[in-house]
Nanobody, 128 residues
Framework: QVQLVESGGGLVQAGGSLRLSCAAS????????MGWFRQAPGKEREFAAG????????YYADSVKGRFTISRDNAKNTVYLQMNDLKPDDTGVYYC?????????????????????WGQGTQVTVSS
């Protein structure tokens, strides 16, 4: 049974940093793509960053490019999201997600409906 457990959220002032972690278990993820989505109150869930576990291919939403960095640790089966220069608009619940990689990934990596597994989410609040 696949489990994704996020940690590292919290309250931070604008301009600060946080690092989110996603511990993945239950299977081998070598053929999977992992992602971070976020959801602000009253808004739809949106893509933030994604990484293909096998080859390290990475994607970012324009809104976080240059500020967020996604990475993985194969030995720990963990995916990270380093978030720098945080802004109040970054506030929301951040979800770790996983999907089996397929050739359509490059077209729909930002579609939450294309992912198979989700964590419970971790709250990030950025104060102005």
């Amino acid at each position: 049974q696949v489990q994704l457990v996020e940690s590292g959220g919290g309250l931070v002032q604008a301009g600060g940093s946080l690092r989110l972690s996603c511990a993945a278990s239950g299977r081998s993820f070598s053929s999977y793509a992992m992602g971070w989505f976020r959801q602000a109150p009253g808004k739809e869930r949106e893509f933030a960053a994604g990484i293909v576990w096998g080859n390290g291919e990475i994607y970012y939403a324009d809104s976080v490019k240059g500020r967020f960095t996604i990475s993985r640790d194969n030995a720990k089966n963990t995916v990270y999201l380093q978030m720098n220069d945080l802004k109040p608009d970054d506030t929301g619940v951040y979800y770790c997600t996983a999907r089996a990689w397929n050739p359509y990934y490059r077209r729909n990596y930002a579609d939450p409906g294309a992912y198979d597994y989700w964590g419970q989410g971790t709250q990030v609040t950025v104060s102005s």
